[in-house]
């Protein structure tokens, strides 16, 4: 079993619509969790750090983490074509230690 | 401020050649890690400097690769030799150390190394 699950998708929403991306984790040890944004033959670009449990807000994009349930979310509102990329979520139990990637979901938002 | 750099972008060889793939981390980054992806599988971790030291190498798949990271600058990937299965994407990412509740790894372009 993989320690973090990630629905590779894809997924195709309207412009305007808002995105639900999420990942499951199984080792509690985590404290730290990123999502990362990649477009195609690029490397992945951080978007937004939460450490432990809570919200973040950066504009557009918001990132939740649920420890109980070992669940994390990103929320895209108003989502625009320049947002279609892959969404990687990542963790990691220290704050300089080896990340654990998600498989990442395709995302792609049409005109 | 200049970002990760990786050379080369791509990199076609032959099973048994070998490859050397290079990385310069942002100017003043004390961390450095490698990371793979293969297709069609997630980012893996390779390993993690700190300076010229290995932090933490269990990631590397086999002693067919090596990593050095002289006078705690750029680093080097070596692959020697390759295999089939070594085909993927090679990532470097590099973060500033920071005592506090921090950890942002910024990531270069990668190589796409192909191996035939």
């Known amino acids: 079993q993989k320690e973090v699950e990630q629905d590779p998708g894809p997924l195709s929403v309207p412009e305007g619509a808002i995105v639900s991306l999420n990942c499951t984790y199984s080792n509690s040890a985590f404290q730290y969790f990123m999502w990362y944004r990649q477009y195609s033959r690029k490397g992945p670009e951080l978007l937004m750090y939460?450490?432990?449990?809570g919200n973040k807000e950066d504009g557009r994009f918001t990132a939740q983490v649920d420890k109980s349930s070992k669940y994390i979310s990103l929320f895209i509102r108003d989502s625009q074509p320049s947002d279609s990329a892959t969404y990687l979520c990542?963790?990691?139990?220290?704050?300089?230690?080896?990340?654990?990637f998600g498989q990442g979901t395709t995302l792609q938002v049409k005109p | 401020e200049a970002g990760v750099t990786q050379f080369p972008s791509h990199s076609v060889i032959e099973k048994g050649q070998t490859v050397t793939l290079r990385c310069d981390p942002i100017s003043g980054h004390d961390n450095l890690y490698w990371y793979r992806r293969v297709m069609g599988k997630e980012i893996k971790f390779l390993l993690h400097?700190?300076?010229?030291?290995?932090?933490?190498e269990s990631g590397m798949p086999n002693n067919r690769f090596l990593a050095e990271r002289t006078g705690g600058t750029y680093s080097t990937l070596k692959v020697q030799p390759a295999e089939l299965e070594d085909s993927g994407v090679y990532f470097c990412?590099?973060?500033?150390?920071?005592?506090?509740?921090?950890?942002?790894?910024?990531f270069g372009p990668g190589t796409r190394l192909t191996v035939t």
């Open positions: 939460t450490y432990s449990s």
């Open positions: 400097f700190v300076k010229e030291s290995k932090q933490d």
């Open positions: 990412a590099s973060s500033r150390f920071n005592p506090g509740p921090t950890h942002e790894q910024y």
């Open positions: 990542a963790m990691t139990p220290s704050n300089t230690g080896k990340l654990i």
